[in-house]
Every structure is written in C-alpha cells, then in structure tokens.
C-alpha cells in the first residue's frame, strides 16, 4: 500500500482528521525529503490519529518538522547521528517520533520518547518509511504504542551498525529484566537477543 492510498484510508476513517496541505517542510540545505514524505505533504498538512485513545498520534504539520536535538536535548549534538533526526510525530505529551533524513538511513522513524532520545541501545527503530509508520499508527487504532508490544518484530536500534550487509547490534535486550553488570546472558524473553 503507498502512502495516497493511507492516507485516503485514513480520510475514510472517521475517528482519525486529515488536516489540508499547507505546503513542504523547510529543511537546512542539502537535505531531502523521502519521497513519500515529500508526496504525503503534498496531499495533507498532518494527520490526528484517534485523538481520544490513550495513544493517539498527531503526524505534524510540515512547521514542525524540524531537528530533534534542539527540542528534546536543548543541542544540536552535531557530532551524534541523531543530529539529522528530525521530528515527525508526537502524543498529546509531546514525546515524539523522529525520522532520519541521513542519507545512510534516509526514512527510518525513531522512538524519541524523552528518556530514550539519543540513548545507544534505547532508542528502537520503529520502522524503516514514514509509508510503514503511518500504516502501523493507523492499524493500532491509538490502542498502544505498537512497538511496545510483544508481536512486534524487533528492528533494530537506531545505533545498530552496518557492517556490509550484516547488522552489529550492541546486543541490549528490549526487556530489560535480565540486567546484568559484566558481560551478557542470553534472555529468556527474547531468544535470539541478550542482556547486559
């Protein structure tokens, strides 16, 4: 499904308001938009999902796509990769979601939840397009944060690196309950991820 057809999804959707375009976001020089971003501003200003559910979502209008750091770490952090973030969406207590514009992971969308912003192995990939992103905030029906849940395919941490075609994961399990100071245990939880 592209992003027009979400969107006219979500249009259709009667608890969900498509607000009307109001034109592109203005980005520092040389960065581009995904084009799906580009196309979905081109056919609306921002989206308010299910804004009477316990985790509803507003995509922002396109004055609010600005860099991340500034906003939730008060600095731009020039020498971090979350210094190309820039926010996307956000609840009504303003924790946001962050899309990457860097070339190297241009369209991945980040938990930038105030606690977890721009924290090596706490800052989850939510999903690799602002197409995916979209699709899944519609489909959760502001129920709960999606990423959260247990049937949710882990995708990586934004601090993953790439080695060729192999991801390096800093092995740091989601659920947390297994802390341990030196070295790592494999998590009961997650089989395939560890603890530290």
């Not at 973030?85 to 956000?90: A, H, Q, T």
């Not at 397009?129 to 699709?135: A, G, I, K, P």
Request: glycine share 8%.
């Amino acid at each position: 499904m592209d992003i027009l057809e979400i969107i006219n999804k979500v249009k259709n959707d009667p608890e969900c308001i498509v607000y009307p375009p109001c034109g592109l976001p203005l980005l520092g020089k040389g960065v581009e938009l995904p084009n799906d971003l580009k196309i979905f501003y081109e056919n609306c200003g921002g989206i308010s999902f299910f804004p009477s559910e316990k985790c509803s979502f507003f995509i922002v209008n396109p004055t609010e796509v600005v860099l991340a750091n500034p906003i939730i770490v008060g600095d731009l952090c020039e020498e971090d990769i979350s210094s190309k973030w820039y926010i996307i969406g956000k609840d009504i207590e303003n924790n946001y979601i962050t899309i990457d514009l860097s070339k190297e992971r241009l369209g991945q969308c980040y938990d930038s939840f105030w606690d977890r912003h721009g924290v090596i192995g706490e800052c989850p990939i939510i999903s690799k397009s602002f197409t995916d992103l979209v699709y899944r905030l519609l489909c959760n029906r502001g129920t709960s944060l999606y990423w959260l849940e247990e049937n949710f395919l882990y995708i990586g941490d934004a601090y993953d690196k790439r080695v060729g075609r192999e991801i390096i994961t800093r092995k740091v399990c989601r659920c947390r309950e297994n802390l341990r100071k030196n070295g790592y245990k494999r998590c009961r939880k997650y089989d395939n991820e560890y603890c530290l």
